[in-house]
């Protein structure tokens, strides 16, 4: 370990002190106040270091690669993090029982998406993976009281283990050929049919190939959520707490596609027809499930749920188009990242503000109703769910339509005109659903009983988010350049 | 080339059998606890496979991931009695169809 | 070729499986081909000419049990990673005394915790920590 190696660990290292300071907090001193404090200068602190290695690129032992494409998706992940500390210190402060241990828990899982971010290797990977995942279960089953973040709990534990158990299988099916666990060498010189390594007849060593990545893309898919291995997403979204429903939605699945991105660029998958026309597939699937079950949703949370299937789907599609683009698969990168940015941005906004009416009224509010009639009761939070869902359904001068675009061009430059017809008629579904919510929010607050008066950090919070959506789709060069300039 | 008594081939089968076995009780059973012991079936062989193919290329980074899915499997498995108790205490049954009220 | 041989080593084991099976079988099968059946009001119980079993097999037992499982269940798979290093002490040197100390130091403070908040105690589960809660 050198000093470089500490520097470019420092993000992860500012977390681990952070949350054993919290743990001895908590042993010593039960302050929800405090907890807080200290939960956010953690973060605040990480997101120091991360600036500071911004334009670091360092590969720190076989495990981890810190460079700055995954950097960029850290900083939006921690600063992802310190927002929904706001929203649920707002969640928490009004709920009996303990409640300190859901900063802890926070401060953890998103370590485990640094980790995944920053991951070359299976055992990183694996680790940065149930990391957050096993965190992530305690925060689902917080409110232990309630029936429904119990199910959902048990459900997302099962599934989620479920999942790794068929991705850790793939990885080991493909070691057994390759030998190796570092994903630049995990395919390396098995594109070509003919080689064969081990004892396997060249015909097995396929087929094994083939069988490790479907389990590997059937694993990833999982935890994207992707159509058809989505089912968990609604039930688990709608049953967590409201923060953690953002916290789902944005930083586990966007540290899931970075770490998803890197193996599939770095590990070469897209050599592989099998893989990209599978890939295909799911894409086709998740658009056209996720836009016409979010349709029928009064449950917002379930809505998100869908629209997020959706979303992932859209950026497969990135994934699919860079193979025949370039030969290394590089030109994903900028698209999906930019994407990638503008959802997490846009779609905390809509869960945070969800978190936020769940909080004044102290109790999980998600329908349609609840949204009723809140231009006249709070105007200016208003405004910034109804950016987040335009940017949702990707209507210009928001990060969502510069997303679109981007991948609309890339799929125009490789010809997949199959997807960009999916791709545009999903576009067409999802402007209906996220309208429907823009006008419940003009109709007669008489209707809705539940109130929404959050504190001054959400409020902020909230509209800093809101102007980030709108900056990165009216000002989109900077970011661009910046993506453009470290691939 | 290949130190193992036993050919890779088989031991590959084994952990698939055995994959295939947690994945069939996970989707039958309906008692949380039994799924929770599938789930450990399937770490399990995923596990038997790596450690399979770390002899076969005479590595130990394969073991280094068996004793990441122990450690893995354990914390899953603390997590989720946890959750049974809870759901016990709340439902006073461990039967998922029961606990399962939510669409989809 | 190895393979093959490796086989062949292994082929004594099924037949050995496979008279094992055709020996339970046949045991069973005899068994129930001519054995007697009786029902009378003893043959259901545990210990058809034993003792008379007293009380319900359902016994309720303190979660606490549960409690301490769990723990050992998670503390016990710490000393793999303990043991894996103290193969390698002398490969790793200062290097990883260090890493080892640090590892100990965050299952320390979790065991502080665990102390702290409670969960150890038998039977009067969270006394201390709701006296601190502010």
């Known amino acids: ?487 | 080339m290949n130190p193992l008594i036993i050919p890779l081939s088989h031991v590959l089968m084994l952990a698939a059998l055995l994959f295939t076995a947690g994945l069939l009780g996970l989707l039958i059973r309906r008692n949380v606890i039994f799924i929770l012991m599938s789930l450990e079936v399937m770490l399990n062989a995923a596990a038997l496979a790596f450690v399979g193919a770390s002899a076969h290329w005479g590595q130990t980074d394969g073991q280094i991931i068996l004793l990441l899915i122990l450690t893995i499997a354990a914390a899953e498995v603390a997590v989720g009695l946890g959750l049974v108790l809870q759901i016990q205490r709340r439902f006073k049954t461990l039967d998922l169809d029961v606990v399962s009220r939510m669409r989809g | 070729m190895e393979n093959l041989a490796a086989e062949q080593s292994i082929l004594p084991v099924f037949v050995f499986f496979g008279a094992i099976l055709l020996l339970v079988a046949t045991m069973l099968g005899i068994a129930s081909v001519l054995g007697e059946r009786k029902q009378t009001k003893t043959t259901d119980l545990p210990y058809e000419s034993g003792i008379i079993a007293v009380g319900s097999s359902q016994v309720r037992l303190s979660v606490d049990f549960f409690l301490i499982a769990i723990f050992f269940v998670i503390f016990d798979l710490e000393t793999v990673f303990i043991f894996a290093w103290a193969i390698a002490f002398f490969e790793l040197g200062w290097h990883g005394y260090l890493a080892v100390v640090v590892f100990i130091l965050i299952l320390t403070i979790a065991l502080i915790y665990e102390w702290k908040s409670g969960a150890l105690n038998w039977g009067v589960k969270s006394q201390t920590a709701r006296k601190e809660t502010s």
Request: proline share 5%; with cysteine; charged share 10%.
């Open chain 1, 1 to 487: 370990m050198t000093g470089t190696d500490f520097l470019a660990l420092s993000p992860i290292i500012a977390l681990a002190v952070g949350a054993s300071v919290l743990l001895l907090q908590i042993a010593f001193l039960r302050n929800l106040k405090l907890t807080t404090g200290i939960t956010v200068v953690t973060f605040l602190a990480c997101l120091f270091f991360l600036f500071y290695i911004t334009k670091l690129n360092h590969q720190t032992t076989p495990l981890l690669l810190v460079d700055p494409l995954s950097t960029f998706f850290s900083i939006v992940f921690v600063l992802c993090a310190c927002i929904t500390t706001f929203i649920s210190y707002e969640y928490l402060k009004n709920r009996p029982g303990r409640n300190d241990e859901f900063f802890l828990l926070v401060v953890l899982a998103t370590m485990g998406s640094i980790v995944l971010t920053y991951a070359t290797h299976l055992a990183s990977f694996i680790l940065g993976l149930e990391l957050m995942g096993i965190a992530l279960y305690g925060l689902i089953a917080y409110p232990h009281q309630d029936d429904m973040s119990l199910e959902a709990a048990i459900k997302y534990l099962v599934l989620s283990g479920a999942s790794s158990a068929a991705l850790l299988f793939g990885f080991a099916l493909l070691y057994a050929i390759t030998g190796s666990l570092f994903f630049p060498d995990l395919l390396s010189g098995l594109a070509s049919p003919e080689v064969a390594v081990g004892p396997q007849s060249p015909f097995w060593a396929r087929q094994l190939i083939l069988l490790g990545s479907a389990l590997i893309l059937a694993g990833i898919s999982f935890k994207l959520s992707l159509a058809p291995f989505h089912m968990w997403t609604p039930d688990v979204y709608e049953g967590s707490p409201a923060p953690i429903t953002g916290f789902l939605a944005t930083i586990s699945k966007g540290a899931v596609f970075a770490a998803t991105l890197r193996l599939y660029v770095i590990g070469e998958f897209h050599n592989f027809p099998t893989i990209v026309t599978g890939l295909t597939i799911l894409s086709i699937i998740s658009i056209l499930v996720g836009n016409l079950l979010a349709l029928r949703q009064e449950n917002i949370k379930r809505l998100l749920a869908y629209s997020s299937i959706a979303h992932f789907g859209y950026l497969l599609i990135a994934l699919i188009a860079a193979g025949t683009l370039t030969p290394n698969g590089i030109s994903a990168i900028e698209p999906s990242a930019y994407y990638l940015a503008g959802y997490i941005f846009t779609t905390l906004i809509a869960t945070g503000l969800i978190a936020a009416i769940s909080s004044s009224n102290n109790e999980e509010n998600a329908n349609l109703s609840d949204i009723a009639g809140l231009f006249w009761k709070n105007p200016l939070l208003a405004l910034c769910l109804s950016v987040s869902l335009l940017s949702l359904a990707g209507i210009p001068l928001t990060a969502g339509f510069i997303g679109k675009l981007y991948i609309f061009q890339m799929g125009v430059e490789a010809g997949a005109w199959l997807l960009l017809s999916i791709l545009i008629i999903g576009s067409g579904i999802g402007i209906y659903y996220y309208l429907r919510l823009i006008f419940s929010m003009t109709t007669d607050p008489s209707s809705s009983r539940s109130t929404l008066a959050p504190a001054l950090p959400v409020t902020v919070s909230l509209i800093t988010l809101t102007i980030l959506v709108l900056y990165l789709g009216i000002y989109p060069q900077p970011l661009m350049e910046y993506l453009l300039w470290n691939t």
